[in-house]
């Protein structure tokens, strides 16, 4: 589908014509996709420019952006950087607010300023500083699976199933009806089945007669459509409503048809356990991800491989991704004594790897799974995910304790102010494998540290009967976040004036 800023239709007669195109405009086509080619290598804004310029060529510039938005989803942009991005603005920004920025040589001394405090050259702090901005990332890679020509077989289909998205019924007639069931039941669209003079005929109707009309149903019918256009001889009669008028949309096969690759579509799943596994896993606020079919694994006579059925990667928020730990999850279903022994033979030979195993209880396999030295998890009907995340929570203790033990006892930030958060993110480790640590050059405050030079200033600038609202502003001015912890190390309490606030005091 495009998006509906992109949508060309014509409402002539009081129908709603999607305005499809045809090899009049395959040149106009194959010039965007060598736009994309020709821009490897070079920023986001750079191609932007350069697709903004054959607009103004086109004879219409909607038709110039369908083509790019099908081919933006055939590339891939990355950041490119020497020093992380948020690191360099964080640092160029406490620089700035000691050199006190309001020329262009201010704006110089003050990335001076930063490259120095992170021991890189100022060339690599300018370029670093905002080249996560999606205007600044670069395209470093584009494999188009369309040719120009079919590139506007796409173009049709995914502007019809834009038109399709507000549909309220939706009727169509193929040579393959029993296709079209298949797709609505795994759609899980409403529908029925009438009989009528020229054959059966499919109703999908969408969920506004009963209720509110969701993102689902358009979705669905957009994908319905793809079906029906890989039939022959097939038409379609949608209701559409067009911001609250009801319009006749017709298409038949000589309007759109499916070009000749497969879309990029989520893989199916070998059963309802392991579906219903991966939605609830999913829906959980972890720092685990998971992931469908990993890599295989070599098992140990080197000809044969095991591929798992999910992994998941532990990834914490806020972590370097070099951090990264694997642990491997396998479900066994109800199989045959013959696969079963099979599995298990393949179990036997994965080594060196964190595999855990859902082990149906009717197998009564559990036992030996955990011989070969993997965690066994039984399971009846479904696999419970407590049972799962229990586990992956004891992995977490242990990664946290080792990440804890390869840092120094003591660490010095280069900073003068930096939070726990901050100074994990740098070392690439959780917050909890930080903050045993002592710091010598710095003080604790709350959850921040912090130079005794910065609070000697502070102390000199916060005296008593200051009210609350300039002893934040001058904490927020040096990076301090947390007031009350600055005022209790310099020995100061908050006298409350009820709602209003509060003044200074010594304590």
Excluded at 136 to 150: A, G, Y
Aim: proline fraction near 5%.
């Amino acid at each position: 589908m495009l998006t509906k800023d992109l949508l060309r239709v014509s409402r002539a007669g009081g129908g709603y014509h999607p305005q499809f195109v045809g090899p009049e405009v395959q040149s106009l086509a194959a010039r965007v996709v060598d736009t994309f080619e020709s821009h490897v290598g070079e920023r986001r804004g750079t191609l932007e420019e350069a697709l903004t310029a054959l607009e103004s060529e086109a004879e219409s510039f909607k038709l110039v952006r369908g083509f790019a938005a099908l081919c933006d989803r055939e590339t891939t942009f990355e950041t490119r950087a020497s020093v992380p991005p948020e690191r360099v603005r964080r640092v160029v920004f406490e620089a700035a607010e000691s050199v006190g920025v309001a020329s262009d040589d201010d704006r110089d001394a003050a990335l001076d300023v930063a490259a120095d405090r992170l021991g890189v050259e100022t060339v690599a702090i300018d370029r670093s500083l905002y080249a996560d901005r999606d205007v600044n990332q670069v395209l470093s890679e584009f494999t188009p699976r369309w040719s120009p020509e079919e590139l506007l077989d796409q173009y049709n289909l995914s502007l019809a199933q834009t038109a399709l998205f507000d549909a309220t019924e939706v009727r169509i007639r193929c040579a393959d009806p029993k296709a079209l069931v298949s797709a609505v039941k795994r759609l899980r669209l409403m529908y029925e089945v009438h009989q009528t003079p020229q054959g059966r005929e499919l109703v999908v109707t969408g969920p506004d007669a009963l209720f509110r009309r969701t993102r689902r149903y358009g979705t669905g019918f957009a994908r319905l459509l793809r079906t029906a256009a890989k039939t022959d001889d097939w038409r379609l009669v949608a209701t559409i409503d067009d911001r609250g008028t009801d319009r006749e949309l017709v298409l038949t096969d000589a309007d759109v048809r499916v070009p000749g690759v497969d879309p990029v579509a989520e893989p199916a799943f070998d059963s309802d356990v392991e579906a219903d596994f991966a939605a609830r896993f999913r829906s959980l606020d972890l720092d685990w991800t998971l992931v469908r079919e990993p890599e295989p694994l070599a098992v140990d006579d080197g000809e044969r491989v095991m591929i798992p059925d999910f992994a998941f990667d532990y990834e914490p928020s806020g972590t370097a991704t070099d951090s990264r730990f694997r642990v491997y999850f396998e479900i066994m279903g109800f199989w045959t004594p013959d696969y079963v022994e099979k599995k298990l033979g393949q179990l036997a030979g994965v080594e060196d790897v964190d595999l855990l195993v859902a082990v149906d209880e009717s197998l009564a396999v559990s036992d030996e799974v955990a011989a070969r030295d993997h965690r066994a998890i039984p399971y009846t009907g479904s696999v419970r995910v407590k049972d799962v995340v229990d586990v992956l929570r004891e992995y977490e203790s242990d990664l946290v304790a080792d990440a804890a033990d390869s840092l120094p006892d003591s660490l010095e930030p280069d900073v003068d102010v930096v939070t726990l958060a901050d100074l994990a993110a740098e070392h690439g480790v959780s917050v909890d494998a930080v903050e045993a640590k002592s710091f010598p050059a710095h003080r604790r405050i709350g959850r921040t540290l912090v130079r005794p030079s910065v609070l000697d200033e502070l102390g000199d600038a916060i005296e008593p009967e200051m009210t609350l609202s300039e002893v934040e502003a001058v904490c927020n001015e040096a990076g301090l976040t947390d007031t009350s912890a600055v005022l209790a190390a310099l020995g100061y309490r908050i006298a409350w004036e009820g709602l209003s606030g509060g003044t200074v005091k010594r304590a």
